[in-house]
Each structure stands twice: as structure tokens, then as C-alpha cells.
């Protein structure tokens, strides 16, 4: 832990898997240093059209090469968690630019792909990875952004309607445990149990005991490690967004409050508007 919390990380997801482990070590206000330097470069690293790339080089690289959902779910993710977890109080700015970033790439077909950009088929991670970030961002946002991300979010919900499959990554096929673990993402973010009529934490968990290999193995580490946390974090819920399409769950809420209850000095610069609670 102690190796982990001091290295000098640069890329965008091992920052997002640090400050994942930040979440859950114990003792972590001994690392509270190190997570704010994360947030900060994870700000610095998003892209003036609202995504990350594989390093946090900014916007010295084409924009065709940066509309990268993929990395972008992992700096989103790493920042919510940063900055709700953390105490470290939300930017608007930022949150803003990923919203529109994801508005003005989503697919036709009401999704996105890995690139947007050069790849026009909507994707089963990457849909369940964009819907999760607007939900994520939708209490730091304009009410002008908000009807546009509120349009999206429905065509969103459209598209894993008609497409989830609890078995494999829709249009891409490999990585599959990483997709469902974007759609746990989605699911506890926005409250939603069911997509396409089907318990979406039931079914995939259903088949990751189908499918587990006798020495407990997923394939490789990567996909193994997604499968324990999906199935670790199934009756974990993130506090749900207050757009209008989210849903109370049915799985138990934690405390996103850090440790000590208090913020993170040198970071914040306004105070992000709280949640509604949810829908009886």
C-alpha cells in the first residue's frame, strides 16, 4: 500500500485505480496528500473536448486521437470518486466538459464506441461507461446542460434497452468483464435494476459462476479483477443523480463521505449543489 500510495503515476488509469484503492484501504487520510494531487491531474489531463487519453498530456495531441471513451470513463470515474469520497469539493468546469464531450460524440444508434470519432457502432461498455458519467456529472451542471444531457440520457437508456446482454460485450466481444463492470456503473449510478427486462447484477453474476475457471480465475488478471469487484461492489450504491430518470435501487447505500468528514484543503473552489433525494 505504502509502495502504491507514493509512486509517481502519470497515466490515466493507474491514477483511476489508485484512488479506486484510496476508496477502500484503510487508515487512507495518511494518503489524503496523494489523492489531491490525483485529482489535480486528472483536471489537468481532460482534454478541451471532454475526454483523456492513456497520459495526461492535455491537448498537445490531435483530437481524433483523445476521443477516447474508454480512458475517459476511467478519469471520470477516478475524479467522482476523488472528489464525493474524497471531500474534495467538485468543480463544475470540468464536469461540464465531459458532459458535452459525450453530448456532441453520441452515436446515431444512441451510443458510443471506443472511438466515436472513427468508429460509428455503438458498444456495450462504452454505452453503459457514457451513461454512467452523465449520470455522474449531472449534479454539477447547467440547467442548459442539463436538458441536453436529460435527451441523451434517454437515448442512452434506449440503446442498453434494446441491447444489454449479461454475457457478453455487445459489438466489441472481448474485455467482457470490463464491460459489465461499466455496467454496474451505470446501474448504480442511475438506479436502474433492469435493462432489456433483465436484473442486470443477477444475470451477469450468474454467469461469472457459470464461466469461472477451477483455479478461480477470469482469463487474465485484468478481467479477473473486474469480475471480483463486480461481484464485490453488487450491493454497493453510489447516491444516485438528481436527473429525472434516475430511479431508487434496491441495493444499500454507503456514505460517500471521507473518513474524517472534512474536505480537502487547496482544491476546492465552490461548493457543488447536493443530490435530490430519490423518487419513493
Not at 470519432?117 to 447547467?142: D, E
Not at 442512452?156 to 467482457?176: C, E, I, L
Not at 457459470?210 to 477470469?218: F, H, L, R, T, Y
Request: charged content about 25%; glycine content about 10%; aromatic content about 10%.
Amino acid at each position: 500500500v505504502h509502495f502504491m500510495m507514493n509512486a509517481e503515476l502519470k497515466g490515466t488509469y493507474p491514477i483511476c485505480f489508485r484512488i479506486h484503492a484510496w476508496e477502500v484501504i484503510p487508515r487512507r487520510e495518511r494518503y489524503r496528500q496523494t489523492l489531491m494531487k490525483d485529482v489535480t491531474r486528472l483536471r489537468g489531463g481532460l482534454t478541451r473536448h471532454g475526454f483523456w487519453g492513456y497520459t495526461m498530456t492535455g491537448n498537445d495531441v490531435k483530437p481524433e486521437s483523445r476521443l477516447d471513451v474508454s480512458t475517459t470513463l476511467a478519469g471520470g470515474l477516478g475524479l467522482y470518486i476523488g472528489e464525493e469520497v474524497g471531500g474534495i469539493t467538485p468543480k463544475k468546469v470540468f464536469w461540464e466538459r465531459v458532459a458535452r464531450g459525450l453530448i456532441e460524440h453520441q452515436l446515431e444508434d444512441n451510443g458510443w464506441s471506443y472511438n466515436p470519432a472513427t468508429m460509428k457502432t455503438s458498444q456495450g461498455a462504452m454505452t453503459a461507461g457514457g451513461l454512467a458519467l452523465l449520470y455522474a456529472s449531472y449534479p454539477h451542471l447547467s440547467d442548459a446542460t442539463r436538458e441536453r444531457v436529460d435527451e441523451s440520457i434517454a437515448r442512452a437508456m434506449k440503446w442498453m434497452d434494446q441491447n444489454f446482454s449479461p454475457t457478453t460485450n455487445v459489438n466489441r466481444g472481448n474485455n467482457k468483464n470490463y464491460y459489465f463492470a461499466a455496467v454496474q456503473h451505470a446501474g448504480l449510478f442511475s438506479g436502474q435494476r433492469d435493462f432489456r427486462e433483465m436484473d442486470w447484477y443477477a444475470s451477469i453474476a450468474e454467469h461469472l459462476v457459470k464461466v469461472q475457471s477451477p483455479d478461480g480465475a477470469w482469463g487474465s488478471v485484468s478481467e479477473t479483477a473486474f469480475a471480483i469487484a463486480f461481484l464485490c461492489r453488487g450491493g454497493i450504491e453510489y447516491e444516485p443523480s438528481e436527473s429525472e430518470h434516475a430511479e431508487p435501487g434496491s441495493v444499500d447505500e454507503t456514505s460517500s463521505e471521507s473518513e474524517d468528514g472534512t474536505s480537502a484543503d487547496g482544491v476546492e473552489d465552490e461548493t457543488a449543489p447536493q443530490p435530490a433525494e430519490p423518487a419513493e
